[in-house]
């Protein structure tokens, strides 16, 4: 009994824990919120005046209730029956409330966030006119592409965005009429407080580190299980943790990292949730009687139909297909509690009755033995605290629609019963492992001497790291220098100490963090830790030269030390085409697409042939100067993109999301650069045409544009083209130039 009061007070400490506090929160439901079906940018500025009745007002209660577009008024006349696969167009719904900052002051000290339980099917949120979030995923028809049903939705509110008095806050919501998830769909507050507090309270660590002990014993039965096939009580209870863990995550919102479409995160969330009773009743009839009796049989197949037909049907009669789970779950329950534990528990009753204490022993006594020391005692605990937590979720999803989630909990509860009952079946493992002890100690020497020639192999290998020409260095994850050989450290000219506080983009040549060529390099690498496949790219390194970079070809891939994963990096000078000191005069034409880094390599490429007639750093200058005006002819030219446009996304740090946009835009999809090159002793000419309206070149050609702190990220082809070449001409409509260089005698 203290063991059992003990887990009592341990569940009352977690609950309390994880109860969210809105201590110095505003609660918006406090103040009146006002519904309209349409949205219109102009409705959004102000709360609605009294007098317009085309509002619906939803006035303070004193219990918190459900915002759902299917109760409003405007929507009663969308009638659905229940099972239709009909699929009904989405509407589109208009939700204002506002709340009062007091102070400036209070503003610029405290960073709020709006927070609430559950927000579909697609939604954006305004503050005062100016959107902060945008989940809306329309297809070309105006139907939803993909679904944000979110639970713990958590948006950060601006605080330039704020003004003293009151704000307005307003959402626009799109789903589908008949769906009771269009809207706020729980019972809970909606509420504005400081951000920090609620991410905590978003965050909920104690079930999530539940969640991860259902998944740690669904994996711990899934391996006894491979080594003892017999036991197949071990796989039905890995099956029904693991899938307990499945559907716990897709109850949290870090599923929406993985699956950021909501249809996808509640597919998997009911196939989990449909296995779970078939599952738990094929382990307890396995384990409890050795067989499999009719009635489990036909409540896994009508589970394994439901689970089908969610894949087939609209994503509104996925809800009905629940709904039917739910109410069928009544007799799985009964089975489960009255002819699987219940009579399991109930014989144990009777035969400690019979033998317990040397003679008849009262009921009483005799239940309060049972359930603290036998197998069915500890197994009908864990099952009647599960039940009475998973009746009350489901009659909350029903009815209540709370929020509060008890199985996370109640799960716990059983999970400890189940333990108690597998423990013993475990001794006989113990007596095999003393069995391989003997074995491990034979082994034990030839682990010696296998170390010892590991040393020895790993000494030659510095020896081959440290003495390699190649620069060769690793990384941790976010690209921080673990190692560096000998090479890599003259290049740069730092020692070990400071190398342990610098990242690879530190030692690159562009030192400019918001340049669109470090941000280039930064995008392939995210792909590059997203993706972790090799990558293979030329980098250009600073040295203590100044101006003078040195170009690698680095590859980079990922390895595993011990567990930890790391990133090693090789780089090899470029190899450079050793006919070229012969060569008297060359010419090329090339036709690419609107791809930066194809746009590198060919300035690359139609550079390298010039050492002969030019020293390396007016080369490398040369290089520069034509990689710009090639990506100028794309960015500018091809994709039409403006200065200013380029200005506002790069500083935002999204400008490759914008560019993949234009890329993938019919308008320009299609379009060319076309370079032209030819050179002999005398000069080197580069003739660079793109399929843009052109621009007026003018200004820039006679210096009247001014460098100022926005031309940092870009703007600086031009310039550095007029003061690396001596001739820079383009045609009347500025969509064609050419770059002339004169070598010196």
């Known amino acids: 009994m203290r063991f059992l009061r003990n887990l009592l007070v341990c569940l009352i400490f977690i609950l309390l824990y994880n109860c969210p506090s809105f201590g110095d929160e505003i609660i918006l439901n406090n103040n009146k919120i006002f519904v309209k079906k349409g949205f219109n940018r102009s409705w959004i500025l102000a709360t ?40 009904y167009p989405p509407e589109t719904y208009t939700v204002i409330t506002s709340f009062t900052v007091s102070d400036a002051e209070d503003i610029e000290h405290h960073f709020r966030g709006f927070y609430t339980d559950l927000l579909g099917e697609n939604w ?26 979110y639970r713990h939705v958590l948006v950060y509110l601006n605080p330039r965005l704020l003004k003293t008095g009151e704000n307005i806050l307003a959402f626009k919501i799109i789903g589908d009429p008949n769906n009771s998830d269009t809207g706020f769909a729980m019972n809970t507050p909606l509420v504005v407080g ?59 919102s870090n599923i929406y990292y993985i699956l950021p479409d909501s249809k996808w995160a509640m597919l998997l969330e009911l196939c989990s949730l449909f296995s779970l009773f078939p599952f738990i009743m094929y382990y307890m009839e396995w384990i409890l009687f050795g067989r499999i009796r009719t009635f489990v049989h036909a409540y896994g197949i009508f589970c394994a139909v439901l689970i089908v037909a969610i894949f087939f049907v609209p994503h509104i009669t996925r809800i009905d297909l629940l709904r039917i789970w739910q109410y069928g779950a009544i007799l799985p329950v009964l089975y489960f509690i009255f002819f699987q534990i219940g009579m399991a528990f109930f014989l144990a009753v009777r035969d400690y009755r019979r033998t317990g204490g040397g003679g008849n022993v009262g009921m009483c006594r005799a239940l309060v033995q049972t359930f603290a020391n036998t197998v069915p005692g500890n197994l009908m605990i864990g099952g009647l605290v599960t039940v009475a937590c998973a009746v009350f979720d489901v009659l909350d999803a029903l009815y209540f629609s709370t929020g509060v989630v008890l199985t996370n909990y109640g799960f716990l509860f059983f999970v400890i019963g189940v333990t108690f009952v597998l423990s013993h079946r475990f001794v006989y493992l113990y007596s095999e492992i003393d069995g391989l002890t003997i074995e491990l100690r034979q082994k034990s020497s030839d682990l010696s001497e296998t170390r010892v020639k590991y040393g020895i192999s790993q000494e030659k290998y510095r020896m081959l790291v440290e003495g390699s020409s190649d620069i060769i260095f690793s990384l941790d994850e976010k690209f921080r220098f673990i190692t560096a050989n000998r090479r890599m450290r003259e290049l740069v000219r730092l020692d070990d100490r400071a190398f342990g506080m ?31 496949k090799p990558l293979n790219m030329k980098l250009d390194f600073r040295t203590p030269y100044g101006n003078e970079p040195t170009s690698l070809q680095v590859r980079l891939e990922y390895i595993n030390i011990e567990g930890r994963n790391e990133i090693f990096g090789r780089g090899t000078g470029v ?37 002969r007639f030019i020293d390396k750093r007016e080369l490398n200058l040369l290089r520069m100067a034509l990689r710009e005006i090639i990506i100028n002819a794309i960015e500018h030219g091809n994709l039409a993109i403006t200065f200013d446009e380029k200005t506002r996304e790069t500083l935002d740090g999204d400008y490759f999301t914008y560019l993949n946009r234009r890329q993938k835009d019919p308008r320009y999809r299609d379009r060319t650069v076309d370079i032209q090159y030819q050179v002999d002793a005398d000069r080197v000419e580069y003739t660079v045409t793109d399929e843009g309206s052109g621009f007026d070149y003018g200004k820039f050609l006679r210096d009247e544009v001014d460098v100022n702190e926005s031309m ?9 083209a007029k003061n690396v070449f001596d001739e820079l001409r383009y045609n009347e409509l500025g969509n064609i130039v050419t770059l002339v260089k004169w070598f010196k005698k």
């Open 48 to 87: 609605p005046s009294p007098v317009d009745e085309s509002w619906v007002v939803i006035y303070p209660q004193e219990r918190y209730r459900s915002i759902r577009m299917q109760e409003m008024p405007f929507s009663k006349g969308t009638s659905r029956k229940f099972l239709s696969v009909n699929r």
């Open 124 to 149: 954006a949120i305004y503050l005062n006119g100016t959107l902060i979030k945008n989940e809306v995923h329309l297809g070309a028809d105006n139907t939803i592409a993909e679904y944000r049903s």
């Open 194 to 252: 400081d951000y920090s507090r609620l991410a905590r309270n978003k965050m909920r660590l104690i079930p999530m580190m539940l969640v991860v002990v259902y998944l740690m014993a669904g994996l711990y039965h899934l391996v006894i299980f491979i080594f003892r096939r017999s036991e197949r009580h071990n796989l039905f209870f890995a099956l029904f943790s693991i899938m307990l863990f499945i559907y716990f995550v897709c109850r949290t």
């Open 502 to 532: 610098k990242t690879l983009f530190d030692v690159l040549h562009e030192t400019d963090q918001r340049s669109v060529t470090i941000q280039f390099i930064q995008n392939k690498m995210e792909q590059f830790i997203a993706d972790k």
């Open 575 to 611: 190899s450079e085409d050793m006919l070229s000191q012969y060569l008297e005069d060359e010419r090329q034409h090339y036709r690419i697409g609107n791809l930066l880094l194809v746009a590198d390599d060919l300035s690359f490429r139609l550079t390298r042939n010039l050492e």
């Open 712 to 720: 940092l990220p870009h703007g600086r082809g031009i310039t550095l």
